[in-house]
């Protein structure tokens, strides 16, 4: 069946490095991703998207990175800081759907300080 | 500019008890979407509203009904409470209507224990 999956349940950092946080997706016909960020007690907030025509995206302080040939997806968010600590979410939503938005299951990002 | 609301933010519920969530938004989205969110889980779609007057199922829609009242407004039904249904439930809305994949904006989500 389809499926959004993440490597690492828990991701600890040192505040200023890079984080990089992965995804590994099932659907290879899935022709749009998102990134969410979900802090606790709210509801997942956009970060960043990419569509299949492309490898890679960049934004204020985060890289998105698509791997269309392994199927696999990463968040990459430089020089971390503490409000960057929660749960991130990869979604992707099917070439045969406009609507259809499957979630990963989430990883942590823990920043130390 | 609110984006999307949601109420009430927690609710207790008897098992076989109704209630219905409500949601709003005010960016004049054509689409809507009703979550449900379980410890440690992503997002699972309930039901959808591409666009006013039209609704359907998504992943997980047993035990649920939904009424898009109109473009602001999609509201999720509890007919019969069980247990299973203790979750957080997210309202999303995107701007589009069939055909292009746009983002979906969520609201702060609704805390729902049903004993």
């Known amino acids: 069946g389809e499926s959004v999956g993440l490597h690492l349940p828990t991701l600890s950092v040192q505040e200023g490095d890079n984080s990089i946080i992965n995804c590994a997706y099932s659907?290879?016909?899935?022709?749009?991703f998102i990134w969410y960020k979900q802090e606790s007690g709210k509801g997942p907030q956009f970060i960043i998207d990419?569509?299949?025509?492309?490898d890679k995206r960049q934004g204020q302080r985060v890289t998105v990175l698509l791997n269309k040939t392994v199927k696999h997806l990463s968040l990459q968010i430089a020089a971390t800081q503490p409000g960057d600590s929660a749960v991130y979410f990869c979604?992707?939503?099917?070439?045969?759907?406009?609507?259809?938005?499957?979630f990963g299951s989430g990883t942590r990002l823990l920043v130390r300080p | 500019n609110a984006g999307v609301t949601q109420t009430p933010k927690f609710q207790v519920l008897k098992t076989g008890q109704s209630m219905t969530l409500q949601c709003a938004q005010d960016?004049?989205?054509?689409?809507m979407y009703w979550y449900r969110q379980d410890p440690g889980m992503g997002l699972r779609l309930i039901y959808y509203?591409?666009?006013?007057?039209?609704?359907d199922k998504g992943e997980v829609p047993n035990g649920y009904n939904v009424s898009r009242l109109n473009k602001r407004e999609f509201s999720l039904r509890l007919e019969s409470a069980a247990p299973s249904q203790t979750s957080v439930y997210f309202c999303?809305?995107?701007?589009?209507?069939?055909?292009?994949?746009?983002?979906?904006?969520f609201g702060p989500g609704t805390r729902l224990l049903v004993l």
């Open positions: 999303a809305s995107s701007k589009s209507s069939g055909g292009g994949k746009e983002t979906q904006y």
């Open positions: 509203s591409a666009s006013e007057g039209t609704t």
């Open positions: 659907n290879s016909a899935s022709d749009y």
């Open positions: 979604a992707e939503i099917p070439k045969d759907s406009s609507y259809k938005l499957i």
């Open positions: 960016m004049n989205h054509n689409s």
């Open positions: 990419i569509r299949s025509n492309m």
